[in-house]
DNA sequence: GAGACGTGGAT
DNA sequence: TATCCAAGTCT
């Protein structure tokens, strides 16, 4: 299991006169993430900061078993983000392939431009230069910062976001949307020793992915149990309002996709015809392709022809 | 801050 | 079959 670079020493608080690289609730989380890391290509030295970049952007929202063969065929036809921006944006959203929300690839594409013209080929180690590239948010900059450039950032997803709300908090599932609360208590837990602290944001992260899940979480693995104080208190279930599920079917998303999927697999301009085809609402599907067109996730020409963007 | 934004696997 | 969920961002 190849897993990000070690610290030159022990995590744990051993007796003896070093302080502790972390508490023992980080320590612990640490070394089980050295024994149970998941061999993924962005983890690799080789993948350097853009392939933990593009992979980023891919695992937006996306399970990581589908975003790896995407990502190995992305890594190979654009391996600088030169290479990328030297493309056409359409290029970026046809390799996006059923990754879904494809604005991403868009965004990637615009962020590759703004690394070739603004930070000379080379992916920023800077977070507030990541922050600024387009498709980079909080999450997203702190996750480049620490994983490819092992910075100190409190790295909060929705992984880490679950286990602080479990080991921490002693509730089931954390707020909707992310809080001031969480950030703070993220920052607080934070090693203070640089590695440490990138080693931690990978590792908690891992223990959400595989062990400490949404649904059918498995405690009897988890290398914190007996510190959990969702577990002491006795798993509580989640009370207040229902977490908010979206629904897809019928949506102005369903057309876009449908639409958007017709494109992807020509290679030349599309007639208005042949879009027409994929869905028989007039009105919705003149508005997904109205909003594709202003998202310029769709170009389109004289007569009535479409096709993915060129520039 | 709520809602839009894709897709497919699991339960 | 219906719902939930997956390393979020932008408006």
Known sequence: MTAPTKPPQSHSTDAGCDAPLATPLQATVIDWFDENARDLPWRRPEAGPWGVMVSEFMLQQTPVNRVLPVYEQWLTRWPRPADLAKDA?????????????????LRLHGAAV???????GDVPTDHAQLLALPGIGEYTAAAVASFAYGQRHPVLDTNVRRVLARAVTGVQYPPNATTAAERKLARALLPDDEGTAARWAAASMELGAL????????????????????????????????????????????????????LRDAHAPVPQAALDRVWHEPVQRARALDGLVSDGLVEPLQGGMYRLPLS
Do not use: F, M
Not at 89 to 105: I, K, S, T
Not at 114 to 120: T, Y
């Open 211 to 262: 062990v400490c899940t949404a649904k059918n979480e498995s405690c009897h693995r988890c290398p914190i149990t007996a510190l959990c104080a969702w577990q002491l208190a006795g798993k509580p279930e989640h009370e207040g309002p229902p977490r908010r599920g979206q629904t897809y079917a019928g949506t102005d998303r369903q057309v876009r996709g449908k639409l958007l999927a017709v």
């Open 114 to 120: 703004a690394i070739a013209e603004r930070h000379g």
């Open 89 to 105: 944006p359409g290029e970026a959203v046809r390799a996006w392939g059923r990754l879904g929300y494809p604005r991403r690839a």
